[in-house]
């Protein structure tokens, strides 16, 4: 059984690669109305979209101001995102650490 942090983890990432897989035009037919489905499926808890969202906000990648948005209009908020940025700082993107 997975502790809570690793759960929360594996949870933040994959909301990070299906934001990726749509900002990145990675995933094959994979439009925004999907992906907002796949995001869903994974978790609607505003906290760990807003993780994932800052963590795109600190990527450094071409796509990661569609990322955000995408994340902020499946339920991201603003103050938790800031919140995670700051909690995250400069670095490496989530996906690295």
Do not use: C, F, K
Not at 45 to 72: E, G, M, R, T
């Amino acid at each position: 059984m997975m502790d809570t942090t690793t759960s929360r983890r594996a949870v933040i990432a994959r909301l990070y690669e299906i934001a990726t897989e749509y900002a990145g035009g990675y995933g094959e037919g994979l439009g925004r109305a999907r992906a907002l489905v796949e995001l869903a499926a994974v978790s609607i808890d505003p906290d760990l979209l807003s993780a994932a969202a800052a963590a795109h906000a600190l990527a450094d990648n071409w796509y990661a101001i569609a990322a955000v948005d995408l994340l902020i209009e499946a339920g991201a908020e603003q103050p938790l995102i800031q919140h995670h940025i700051h909690d995250q700082g400069p670095g490496e993107p989530y996906e690295a650490r």
